[in-house]
């Protein structure tokens, strides 16, 4: 074989029925578990932007309930019942620190949809 061709390799039988028997991978349909990539990256960074928004809004409440605890405890401190700021039951506070962020990313993600993930893809 001369230097500077080329070289390919095709079977007996690709040579008779006139196939090159190449394979297009790009486009054949053997890998059934990755069609589309791409909405693949979309869907995991809208979850990932959607986690994160829930977890900056959930240490921004938690800020909140300890400002509240914290100027409770205080204004308790002129009085002799100082105890009275630990009325509050820890499920409220759960609630309040956990459960609003939980819904305002809920009613985010559900009023606008598009607000999470990438988009210029």
């Known amino acids: 074989m001369?230097?500077?061709?080329?070289?390919?390799?095709?079977?007996?039988?690709?040579?008779?029925?006139?196939?090159?028997?190449?394979?297009?991978?790009?486009?054949?349909?053997?890998?059934?578990?990755?069609?589309?990539?791409?909405?693949?990256?979309?869907?995991?960074?809208?979850?990932?932007?959607?986690?994160?928004?829930?977890?900056?809004?959930?240490?921004?409440f938690w800020m909140l309930v300890e400002a509240v605890m914290l100027f409770l405890m205080v204004r308790n401190l002129k009085v002799v019942n100082y105890f009275s700021s630990r009325n509050i039951k820890m499920l409220h506070l759960c609630a309040f620190g956990y459960g609003l962020p939980g819904l305002v990313v809920v009613i985010s993600a559900s009023i606008q949809p598009q607000g999470y993930g990438m988009h210029n893809m």
């Open 2 to 60: 001369p230097r500077g061709q080329p070289t390919t390799l095709r079977s007996a039988s690709s040579e008779s029925t006139g196939n090159s028997g190449e394979v297009d991978l790009q486009h054949s349909d053997w890998h059934p578990v990755h069609q589309n990539p791409q909405s693949e990256l979309q869907t995991a960074c809208a979850i990932i932007a959607g986690f994160l928004h829930y977890l900056f809004l959930a240490c921004f």
